[in-house]
């Protein structure tokens, strides 16, 4: 079992940054892969990006790949997503998400999930 919060949300002009963050309690965080969603008003959740347990393997949405970082603080039991060049199209709620094994951009793959951070970008 793992609990995990998000923070780091708030209102952004655009081409601002925002840094997210996931803290974990429970088991080994160093036992689970991490991945961010989003979920904006009247969309399904989408997958941002991925990161393996022990941060060898990252992969980002095409949407954000470039201008998004994941990252992962075994020690700290947190992740982060760094989100540089941010548009108006990147506002939605932000969720993280862990799995134990594999690599999975579904969001029905992740049992836990944090309660969300809002991220709002304006033009």
């Known amino acids: 079992q793992v609990q995990l919060v998000e923070s780091g949300g708030g209102l952004v002009q655009a081409g601002g940054s925002l840094r997210l963050s996931c803290t974990a309690s429970?088991?080994?965080?160093?036992?689970?892969?991490m991945c961010w969603f989003r979920q904006a008003p009247g969309k399904e959740r989408e997958f941002v990006a991925f990161i393996s347990r022990s941060s060898d393997y990252k992969y980002y949405a095409d949407s954000v790949k470039g201008r998004f970082s994941i990252s992962k603080d075994n020690a700290k039991n947190t992740v982060y997503l760094q989100m540089n060049s941010l548009k108006p199209e990147d506002t939605a709620v932000y969720y993280c998400a862990a799995r134990t094994y594999g690599v999975a951009f579904d969001p029905r793959a992740y049992k836990y999930w944090g309660q969300g951070t809002q991220v709002t970008v304006s033009s």
């Open positions: 429970g088991r080994t965080f160093s036992s689970y892969a």
